[in-house]
């Protein structure tokens, strides 16, 4: 049973550093990896999604990594701003299903100015 | 840009009473999902829907839930007897044929009391 997992489980920045979200998964037969962001009381927006195929993903200042071997991902931050503060989750979709997502327990990042 | 609508955004009942949580996804889209979030927890796969029936479901979607999609717009999630345990935020989800990215709704506030 594929079981995703999210270090740290809160991070505290000052403005304008750059930083990484780490997440690691147990089963390496995904099919793709997808990061969200969540506000607090708010729905999951979409931020990026990798292939099991590729390595990595890039929107903006975002930028997130793949490495199936190693049953890892992580998402790059750069420059990071006080509107970043959200929780960032990752979540796995196995191979052979009909696509729901496995989540980790997120990520709470905390931008300070 | 389309997104995907849940209503309501808040529902109280009373334990033992039947809840039914709308979602309209958007349009293009072909498959559908439901996920819930209890507090402080991760979120959690309940049930994948295409073509009109359930294409797969967890451990957590059990005879009291059901999903229908009457009108080919409205997809809803229905828990027959609601528990104490059932309030959590409850999320809609879909995705079109050849994306695999998933878009979420605002989600649904369910407080069982």
């Known amino acids: 049973k594929q079981e995703v997992t999210q270090i740290p489980a809160a991070l505290s920045v000052p403005e304008g550093e750059n930083l990484v979200l780490n997440c690691s998964f147990t089963?390496?037969?995904?099919?793709?990896l997808q990061w969200f962001r969540q506000d607090p009381g708010k729905g999951l927006t979409s931020l990026l999604l990798?292939?099991?195929?590729?390595r990595e993903q890039t929107s903006g200042r975002l930028n997130a990594s793949l490495d199936k071997s190693s049953g890892r991902s992580t998402l790059y931050i750069a420059a990071s701003q006080p509107g970043d503060s959200a929780t960032y989750l990752c979540?796995?979709?196995?191979?052979?299903?009909?696509?729901?997502?496995?989540f980790g327990k997120g990520t709470k990042l905390s931008v300070k100015p | 840009e389309p997104e995907v609508t849940q209503t309501p955004s808040h529902q109280v009942t009373q334990m033992g009473q039947e809840v039914i949580l709308r979602c309209v996804p958007i349009?293009?889209?072909?498959?559908f999902y439901w996920y819930r979030q209890i507090l402080g927890q991760k979120v959690e796969f309940l049930v994948s829907?295409?073509?009109?029936?359930?294409?797969?479901k967890s451990e957590i979607f059990d005879d009291q839930f059901s999903v229908e999609r009457p009108d080919g717009s409205n997809f809803t999630l229905k828990i027959r007897s609601t528990k104490l345990e059932d309030s959590a935020m409850y999320f809609c989800?879909?995705?079109?044929?050849?994306?695999?990215?998933?878009?979420f709704g605002p989600g649904t506030r369910l407080t069982v009391t």
């Open positions: 979540a796995s979709q196995a191979g052979g299903s009909q696509g729901n997502l496995i």
């Open positions: 089963d390496s037969a995904i099919y793709n």
């Open positions: 990798i292939q099991s195929s590729q």
């Open positions: 349009s293009n889209h072909l498959y």
């Open positions: 829907f295409y073509n009109n029936e359930i294409s797969e």
């Open positions: 989800a879909g995705r079109g044929q050849a994306l695999l990215e998933q878009y």
